[in-house]
Nanobody, 123 residues
Framework: QVQLVESGGGLVQTGGSLRLSCAAS????????MGWFRQATGREREFVGD????????DYSDSVKGRFTISRDNAKNTVYLQMNSLKPEDTAVYYC????????????????WGQGTQVTVSS
């Protein structure tokens, strides 16, 4: 069992930055690939990016590539989402998720989810 808790969300102006954290419980965190997803009001949950269990491989959606960076610290059981050059269209609830094996863009393939943290980008 893995429990995930996101933090770091808030209100930021266009062009600003935020760093989200996702703290995981459990001794097996380092064996899970981690994903970040987001869901804006009235829209489906969408893939933001993922990172392999080792941290050596990452993948991003086209909408955030070059602006967002995912990293992880397995010693701290934490994964991060650094968001730069934020845009109003990045406004959403951001979720981290864990799955065994490789990361995936399919949110249905993830086993564990955090409660989400709100990110609001003002224009």
């Amino acid at each position: 069992q893995v429990q995930l808790v996101e933090s770091g969300g808030g209100l930021v102006q266009t062009g600003g930055s935020l760093r989200l954290s996702c703290a995981a419980s459990g001794r097996t965190f380092s064996t899970y690939a981690m994903g970040w997803f987001r869901q804006a009001t009235g829209r489906e949950r969408e893939f933001v990016g993922d990172i392999s269990w080792s941290g050596h491989m990452t993948d991003y959606s086209d909408s955030v590539k070059g602006r967002f960076t995912i990293s992880r610290d397995n010693a701290k059981n934490t994964v991060y989402l650094q968001m730069n050059s934020l845009k109003p269209e990045d406004t959403a609830v951001y979720y981290c998720a864990a799955k065994r094996g490789f990361g995936s863009t399919d949110y249905g393939s993830y086993d564990y989810w955090g409660q989400g943290t709100q990110v609001t980008v003002s224009s």
